[in-house]
Structure formats: C-alpha cells, structure tokens
Nanobody
Framework: QVQLVESGGGSVQPGGSLRLSCAAS????????MSWYRQAPGKEREFVAR????????YYVDSVKGRFAIYRENAKNTGYLQMNSLRPEDTAVYYC????????WGQGTQVTVSS
C-alpha cells in the first residue's frame, strides 16, 4: 500500500528556512507526479507546489513563488520542499501526496513560523 512519511518541520523565525522531506513507498515513485499541500488550523488543506515525475516541470501557488522550491530524488524515492524566507502565514501542517491516486495522507509535518 501507499505510504508517505513527511519530515523536516520545526519552529523558525520569520525569514528562516526549512527543508521538508517526503519518503514514499508502496508504489513506483518515479512514475508519479507529486505535490505538497498544507493545512492551517480551521482552514481547508491547500495546494502548495507540484513536480512532474521526472522533475523537469514544477508549479507553485502564487503565495510561495520565489520562496519555495520543490524537487525530488527518484533514486531515493524521496521528494523535497525547500522553504526560504518563511512568513508567519506559512505556519501549517505540510503534507505530500501523489497528483493522481490520493488515497492515503501521511501524518504531515508541522511548520511554525513566529517571532
């Protein structure tokens, strides 16, 4: 079965950086486009970024463009989200998932940006 394990979250000051990791198993990782999502308390889960299966194409929501970078290492079955210039409004639980076949959501990883 599909398993997705997010890690790398933490608490940082505004302007700080974090790199999130997404360890995937239970499917052929290199065949699937992947996305990152986030969910703040009291809000619905929202799309953040997407990357094609080969890593050659990416897309970002406007609020993170120029600050976040999505990439992947298919040989390690792992996706990443590099987050720079973090803002308090980036505070949320961050999740990764396949673009197609989102049957399972991992535990997510908490990102807290505060002074």
């Amino acid at each position: 079965q599909v398993q997705l394990v997010e890690s790398g979250g933490g608490s940082v000051q505004p302007g700080g950086s974090l790199r999130l990791s997404c360890a995937a198993s239970g499917f052929t990782f290199s065949h699937y486009a992947m996305s990152w999502y986030r969910q703040a308390p009291g809000k619905e889960r929202e799309f953040v970024a997407r990357i094609s299966n080969t890593g050659t194409s990416t897309y970002y929501v406007d609020s993170v463009k120029g600050r976040f970078a999505i990439y992947r290492e298919n040989a390690k079955n792992t996706g990443y989200l590099q987050m720079n210039s973090l803002r308090p409004e980036d505070t949320a639980v961050y999740y990764c998932n396949r673009v197609v076949g989102r049957d399972y959501w991992g535990q997510g990883t908490q990102v807290t940006v505060s002074s």
